[in-house]
């Protein structure tokens, strides 16, 4: 029970903490308290938006979208990542040119993706799936490059070859890394989603994020930014209890003791 | 050990101050520069004509004019201290009264019935207003434009609920209208004016003209307003001196509207007829920025009661200097 008490104390100390500070900013900070609405306001503006009813299909098609990206993203960083890490024409050949995409902003890649892709679901799918290629493939690239030689060499003397060796060996060894690269690309889809919902969209979190700055209600703002943090924390939560429960061995690096 | 993490801990303080130090935006320093943020539209021409003529100098004040997209902008950075006037249209001002924002409209500079409409696409099946039924139209929320619209269906006996909106900047409409993701756009000159051209007869065009006549607005601080008025008065008798040069120099003024703005000299001549330049302070801007108030709270963009419009405008700078330009009566 005590146990269960200091759990509960953990998890809830850091926000407790922070909405002390944030009342104390709001109050004694001199800024505008339109600029900065009180934790009550926040509350009571992310109540109107559950009232209304669009609070749940935000949420899921903000969901929808990220999802789709993660998993075509992801896959598609698994694959390409693999075939970078242990080839090394690929590697030589495509790596820098991703090195350099990865670099691109996503608020500057939006404009071009609505122009070619228009306003439609694939545009933001595309972004998503753009957001969760990258940090996929370079932990893909990265744990299948770095698995030690012995242990291929090792598997190779026993007879195992082509699928049997990558899927047998050099996955394993690197899921570790591969892992890690999906929980990073948990948070850089969730991000991106928001970007590309900003603009030409009629649902989604981004989307009443916009307007809600565009008619100056910054308490709505921040419900929203409230509502994605929550998600994003759910979210990294589930990933580290469905990898936990798959792969009970793999420790994920900066896992909370 | 001790040495190299004070060593980089200096180096990262260094680099923070150094980035702050660079990247600080323009703030009211104590030579006693004013921050006019503009919003890089040809209606704001009065602003470009009296800084480039030096109208501002002759009244002595040190003028620096901040571009930012939108009048929103404009107003988020008079709002947060960053300048001292902004020109902005009506709607976000309206939005602005609901937070009971430190603001005040000290004149009127620019209306039209006719920068604001909306082009159906033909090919979308778009012929009369009726048939925007079940279409997706762009249109920049929160903005006039989209109360336009609102307004605009309402008199063709639709609903907002009958259309699928969808938030998109009047920059980038362009490509939307021509890709054809949409049926319909609204948005301002010269965006739309460029969407029609694009379309060619494709373009089918749905004016505003009976909808609600927009306006463009210099805004400042209560403190400006009030205490420092003399700022105001100096801002306003330069405006007034560009817009009575601007009805006698089409040409020059086109000319400078055109280099600060990145605009062709060509397509300013042709949307320059609907425009209408004069410093005033009528009383239908209080009725329509009530109405849009009624209309904001309608669309659940804002709550509770509709703020009286008198209480965000002051009369006193411009009654200094055209007192017959002004029609509103101040609340008490």
């Known amino acids: 029970m005590k146990y269960k008490a200091q759990q509960f104390l953990k998890i809830c100390a850091p926000f407790a903490l922070m909405i002390f500070f944030w009342i104390i900013a709001n109050r004694y900070s001199g800024v505008n308290p339109a600029l900065l609405p009180t934790p009550l306001e926040v509350g009571n ?48 050949l495509f790596s820098p040119l991703f090195n350099g995409f990865r670099a691109l902003p996503p608020v500057a890649i939006v404009p071009l993706v609505i122009v070619w892709a228009g306003l439609g679901e694939s545009g933001k799918v595309f972004v998503t799936t753009w957001a969760a290629f990258f940090p996929v493939w370079l932990n893909t690239h990265s744990g299948v490059s770095s698995v030690d030689k012995g242990i291929i060499w090792a598997a190779r003397s026993l007879g195992a070859r082509g699928s049997r060796l990558l899927f047998g060996v050099t996955l394993p ?85 | 050990m001790k040495n190299k993490i004070f060593l980089i801990g200096a180096i990262i303080i260094a680099i923070s101050v150094l980035a702050y130090l660079l990247t600080r935006g323009p703030s009211n320093d104590s030579t006693g520069k004013i921050i006019i943020a503009e919003g890089t539209q040809p209606i704001a021409a009065p602003i470009y004509i009296a800084y480039a003529n030096g109208y501002f100098k002759d009244e002595g004040l040190n003028v620096e004019l901040v571009s930012f997209p939108t009048g929103k902008f404009c107003l988020d950075a008079l709002i947060g201290g960053k300048a001292d006037f902004a020109t ?65 269906l309402r008199k063709n006996d639709l609903k907002s609920q009958d259309l699928t909106f969808i938030n998109l900047s009047p920059p980038e409409m362009n490509g939307q209208v021509l890709k054809g993701d949409v049926a319909a756009v609204v948005a301002w000159q010269p965006y739309i004016g460029r969407a029609k051209k694009n379309l060619g007869d494709n373009a089918v065009p749905f004016s505003f003209e009976n909808v609600y006549e927009e306006t463009y607005n210099i805004v400042t601080s209560v403190l400006i307003a009030g205490e420092k ?32 703005i990145g605009m062709e000299k060509s397509e300013l001549d042709t949307i320059w007829p609907i425009y209408n330049f004069g410093l005033d302070l009528r009383q239908s801007l209080i009725e329509t920025m009530t109405l849009q108030g009624n209309w904001a709270v309608k669309q659940g ?32």
């Not at chain 1, 503006?45 to 935000?58: R, T, Y």
């Not at chain 1, 990206?69 to 698994?78: E, M, Q, S, Y």
């Not at chain 2, 008025?229 to 400078?256: G, V």
């Open chain 2, 229 to 260: 008025k003399d700022i105001a008065i100096k801002i306003l008798k330069a405006l007034d001196r560009a817009i009575d040069f601007m009805k006698a120099n089409r040409d020059e003024t086109i000319r400078i509207v055109s280099q600060r």
């Open chain 2, 88 to 152: 902005v249209a009506e709607t976000p001002i309206v939005h602005a009264t609901f937070k009971d924002q430190p603001i005040r409209i000290v004149a009127t500079i620019h209306r039209s019935r006719k920068n604001t409409f909306c082009i159906g696409r033909k090919d979308k099946g778009v012929n009369v207003p009726a048939d925007l039924k079940g279409k997706i139209v762009a249109v920049p929320f929160g903005t006039n434009a989209q109360f336009a619209l609102d307004t605009f």
């Open chain 1, 173 to 257: 060894a690197a899921l570790s890394q591969i892992l890690v690269g999906f929980r990073l690309a948990i948070s850089t889809t969730l991000i991106c989603v928001i970007v590309a919902e900003m603009t030409g969209a009629y649902v989604g979190l981004g989307f009443r994020l916009q307007i809600s700055y565009l008619v100056f209600r910054v308490d709505r703002m921040l419900a929203c930014l409230v509502v994605l943090a929550i998600i994003g924390i759910c979210a990294d939560r589930l990933f580290s209890l469905v990898t936990t429960w798959l792969f009970p061995w793999i420790k994920l690096r900066h896992e909370p003791r």
């Open chain 1, 45 to 92: 503006a992310l109540k109107e938006f559950a009232i209304s009813g669009n609070l749940l299909w935000d949420i899921l098609w903000s969901l929808r979208r990220a999802a789709l990206g993660l998993i075509f993203g992801g896959l598609l960083g698994l694959f390409i990542g693999t075939i970078t890490g242990r080839i090394n024409a690929f590697n030589w």
């Open chain 2, 301 to 332: 963009h804002q709550n509770g009661q509709v703020p009286d419009m008198r209480n965000f405008v002051s009369t006193t700078a411009l009654k200094v200097v055209k007192f017959d330009a002004v029609s509103i009566k101040e609340s008490n």
